[in-house]
């Protein structure tokens, strides 16, 4: 049987991000996306996890950041609020 591997090592933390509402379109049952992934070294801290259902989750991952910030609203005001911003030249978002 297939077991997911658990990637966030703080278990209150990810049980905050996963009782939050989904940034996009407010469903409840959430798991969180790393906005700076664990490989580009992105950390497990709140500012860098985005509450997203399944469906906003996979199309996070299907069309990208940026253009998820550009359709929907509510995604870009969460990223302003905690301290990313665009970068124009490479069109990505920093933090």
């Not at 278990?11 to 664990?38: I, N, T, Y």
């Not at 469906?55 to 550009?70: D, S, V, W, Y």
Request: aromatic residues 6%; contains cysteine.
């Amino acid at each position: 049987m297939f077991q997911k591997t658990i990637r966030i090592s703080n278990p209150a933390l990810l049980q905050e991000v996963r009782e939050m509402p989904c940034v996009v379109c407010a469903r409840f049952g959430c798991d969180p996306h790393h906005v700076k992934s664990r490989a580009s070294i992105g950390h497990d801290v709140p500012q860098n996890l985005m509450s997203l259902c399944r469906e906003c989750h996979t199309l996070m991952h299907k069309i990208g950041l940026t253009q998820m910030a550009e359709k929907y609203s509510q995604v870009k005001q969460w990223l302003l609020e905690n301290g990313w911003t665009l970068n124009k030249t490479i069109n990505k978002w920093r933090n």
